[in-house]
């Protein structure tokens, strides 16, 4: 029998793409997350691009908006679709920001690019900021997944990190920054709901 944490797992590695109003692509992992990003963007899943994070620090995979706009740009991205958030330096503040963009521009639906080892902590901590707010934004999950697991990058072999991911899951969800994963299977009926 399947645990609800393996549930929680199928559904955001399979969740269904829309378009939607904003491609989120949230900082880390190097420049990795910009050719997903570039990839709905072309596939006219959304016309505009929203770069979350405003933390510089190379060894640890997160890099700011001066050098991921420039790749953007020459991935196809037009400079007037892109929409920058540099004031989060880490998840829970990206979730706070970028639903509260949501609301100032009025977005229903968007598109979550993180890699796969963080796109779990990503959602639960972006759904989690919709509950708090009471809305009815969809979260659609677009993880990265051409990226090599066991490849040792500066910041650490993905493999690895999904591990710290999972370990971050559970204390942030003590703390009630994250949704549980009940909550996140519950959200995922919901969104099916919306079609």
């Known amino acids: 029998m399947l645990t609800t944490r ?3 797992i199928i ?9 939607s109003d904003c491609i989120v692509i949230l900082e880390g992992d190097g420049l990795n997350r910009i050719r997903k990003a570039a990839e709905l963007y072309k ?3 959304s016309s505009q691009i929203l770069f979350s994070g405003g933390l510089l620090d190379k ?5 700011s908006k001066e050098y991921v706009v420039p790749e953007l740009i020459k991935f196809g991205i037009k400079s007037r679709d892109i929409i920058i958030e ?8 990206q979730a706070i920001n970028v639903i ?20 779990y902590r990503a959602y639960l901590t972006f759904i989690k900021r919709v ?33 710290e991911e999972f370990k ?19 959200y995922q009926k919901w969104k099916e709901e919306q079609i």
């Open 43 to 45: 596939a006219k899943y």
């Open 100 to 119: 509260d963009l949501s609301i100032k521009f009025n977005w229903k639906r968007l598109i979550l690019v993180a890699s796969h080892y963080h796109q």
């Open 168 to 186: 971050k899951i559970e204390l942030y969800q003590t703390l009630g920054h994250l949704a549980s994963f009940e909550e996140a299977i519950e």
């Open 59 to 63: 060894k640890k995979g997160a890099y």
């Open 86 to 93: 540099d004031n989060s330096l880490n998840t829970r503040e």
């Open 6 to 8: 393996e549930k929680f």
């Open 131 to 163: 509950f708090e707010l009471g809305l009815s934004i969809e979260i659609i999950n677009a993880p990265a997944r051409e990226l090599g697991w066991f490849e040792q990058t500066e910041w650490g072999v993905r493999f690895n990190l999904l591990e």
């Open 11 to 19: 559904l955001v590695d399979n969740d269904r793409l829309k378009k």
